[in-house]
């Protein structure tokens, strides 16, 4: 088993800053790969970022340039660091954990509001 532990959420205005992160603790040695994914309202689920343990980072085209995730090996945390922040971005936040054997894990989630 993984859990995991999200914080940094919040209500931001347009072209801001956040920063969401994501402590696993559990069967850390088995995770292949940490990111976020994100739900608007009304939306399905979509891939924002994830980070394999090789460092082999993918981000969503509307997010490209503008957000950035790394992970704290030591600390067993991905972080999303999230620029220039737009209303469109306004979602629910999940981070997402994904084992080698392809068992996946997700987060409570947490609110980003983009907001004037």
């Known amino acids: 088993q993984v859990q995991l532990v999200e914080s940094g959420g919040g209500l931001v205005q347009p072209g801001g800053s956040l920063r969401l992160s994501c402590a696993a603790s559990?069967?850390?040695?088995?995770?292949?790969?940490m990111g976020w994914y994100r739900q608007a309202p009304g939306k399905q689920r979509e891939l924002a970022a994830t980070?394999?343990?090789?460092?082999?980072?993918n981000y969503a085209d509307s997010v490209k340039g503008r957000f950035t995730i790394s992970r704290d090996n030591a600390q067993n945390t991905v972080y999303l660091q999230m620029n220039s922040l737009k209303p469109e971005d306004t979602a629910v936040y999940y981070c997402y954990v994904r084992r080698w054997d392809s068992v996946t894990y997700w987060g409570q989630g947490t609110q980003v509001t983009v907001s004037s």
């Open positions: 980070l394999t343990t090789g460092g082999l980072a």
């Open positions: 559990g069967r850390i040695s088995s995770i292949y790969m």
